[in-house]
């Protein structure tokens, strides 16, 4: 049984989350103080952490970025901010999703669902030792999950690293948004495809020498993606 753990101050708001969690199976947890629950998402086990945004003690941006230094256990962000500032800030923080209140409790257990599954299966998979991608400088082992530009290590969230994968391995392939969020995310209705905009500049930041002027990850106006060859 997933366990997740909530983290969220609206006491009405959590059990709701909680109800319609447990319903479909997980285990679930709740911490309303952000101090307390940062100590307990990184000295405890979760398979998935629910995290609002305005907490009292530490906010949820900074509890994302602390377990993002030490785990890839998939983070779902709730706001009640529709600014789309806070979804960029979030998930270049490394969360794995973004959702907006007032939300439907089925589309969040969706959503939860389709997290787990996708990083169960990564966890999972029984890749070849030391399977690698080499492209102009770049070296990616998939084995490890790491990524080396020029020699020199750089750090890459879960779905960064799936991301980067993905375009590696089909050079000169056109990748709309639409195409990319449903192989990366697994998810075809819900969502915001804005996501793959955010995962994208976040990786040209750390291989390209030029964000400006990409070497690597091409934007192809009016229809998507293409990693060149």
Known sequence: MSKVLIIEDEVAIAELEKDYLELSGFEVEIESAGDVGLTRA????????ILDLMLPGVDGFEICKRIREVKNTPILMVSAKKDDIDKIRGLGLGADDYITKPFSPSELVARVKAHLARYERLIGSN???NDTVEIRGIKID?????VWVNDE??????KEFDL?????QNPNHVFTKEELF????D???????????VHIKKIR???EMNTAKPQYIETIWGVGYRFRL
């Open 127 to 129: 890749i070849t030792e």
């Open 182 to 185: 449903k192989e990366i995310w």
């Open 142 to 146: 998939k084995t490890a999950r790491r």
């Open 153 to 158: 290590e750089k750090p890459f969230t879960t």
């Open 205 to 207: 930041e750390k291989i």
């Open 164 to 168: 980067l994968v993905f375009l590696a």
């Open 42 to 49: 990184l000295k405890e086990e979760f398979d998935m952490f």
């Open 187 to 197: 998810m075809e209705s819900i969502g915001d495809i804005a996501t793959v905009t």
